[in-house]
Nanobody
Framework: QVQLVESGGGLVQPGGSLRLSCTAS????????LAWYRQAPKKQREFVAT???????NYAVSLQGRFTISEDNTKNTIYLQMNSLKPEDTAVYYC???????????????WGQGTQVTVSS
């Protein structure tokens, strides 16, 4: 079972920046993609950005230009650089992985525990 551990959240003023990290605990299972989602209070979880094993990147349209996803394959880690943060970016940010199910064509999901980002003056 791949475990995802997020870090880097915290309190930041509007206009500030944060970089989140997500590290996958093992590399023996094939990871098809890693992604960031977020969930604000009383709202549904929403997609932020994803990067596939082939390096294809996609962003939520509303966040493109402020948020940048990147990876360090040597560390099994992805990052989310968040700039020009706004109060509406306040949320718990979750890391998500789509993983192979060995011996099948099935895909399963794994989620991290989340890291809180609060944008406030």
């Amino acid at each position: 079972q791949v475990q995802l551990v997020e870090s880097g959240g915290g309190l930041v003023q509007p206009g500030g920046s944060l970089r989140l990290s997500c590290t996958a605990s093992e590399s023996s299972v094939r990871i098809y993609s890693l992604a960031w989602y977020r969930q604000a209070p009383k709202k549904q979880r929403e997609f932020v950005a994803t990067i596939t094993s082939g390096g294809v990147i996609n962003y939520a349209v509303s966040l493109q230009g402020r948020f940048t996803i990147s990876e360090d394959n040597t560390k099994n880690t992805i990052y989310l650089q968040m700039n020009s943060l706004k109060p509406e970016d306040t949320a718990v940010y979750y890391c998500n992985a789509l993983l192979e199910v060995p011996g099948t064509r099935d895909v399963k999901e794994s989620w991290g525990q989340g890291t809180q980002v609060t944008v406030s003056s």
